[in-house]
């Protein structure tokens, strides 16, 4: 199961993704392709749009991923939070397979 983690300080967020949903075989697995696509496009769109300023820091492994932002610019809070409602989604479609940690 692949499990995430959001937690919101003063001026910034951070968002902790790790290990595999274990939907299907390793390289058919939709859910891990899904989780691992929306990570890498949030990370990629704060880079393409100039943003790149307000990660503070950015982790992206094979079965895991940790992306810290600084909150005050609203477009990357903003990206952040399409995240966030992303990985809700997914996780509301695969609940044995993607969870919310606390």
Same mark, same amino acid.
């Given at each position: 199961?692949?499990?995430?983690? %959001? %937690?919101?300080?003063?001026n910034?967020?951070? $968002?902790?993704? &790790?290990g595999? !949903?274990?939907y299907a075989?390793h #390289? *058919?697995?939709?859910?891990?392709? &899904?989780? &691992?696509? !929306?990570?890498i496009?949030? !990370?990629n ?8 300023? /307000? $990660?503070?820091?950015? %982790?992206c ?5 940790? =992306? +810290?932002? /600084?909150? +005050?610019?609203?477009?990357?809070l #903003? $990206?952040f939070? /399409?995240?966030?409602?992303? =990985?809700? *989604?997914? &996780? #509301? +479609? ?7 940690? /606390?």
């Amino acid at each position: 199961m692949t499990t995430y983690k %959001v %937690v919101y300080k003063i001026n910034e967020a951070v $968002i902790e993704v &790790s290990g595999h !949903a274990d939907y299907a075989k390793h #390289g *058919s697995d939709i859910v891990c392709a &899904s989780i &691992s696509t !929306a990570c890498i496009i949030t !990370a990629n769109l704060i880079d393409k749009l100039d943003l790149r300023y /307000n $990660i503070l820091d950015l %982790v992206c492994e094979e079965g895991y991923f940790r =992306l +810290q932002v /600084n909150t +005050q610019d609203e477009t990357t809070l #903003g $990206i952040f939070e /399409n995240l966030v409602e992303t =990985l809700e *989604s997914i &996780s #509301g +479609q695969y609940p044995k397979h993607l969870k919310l940690k /606390n």
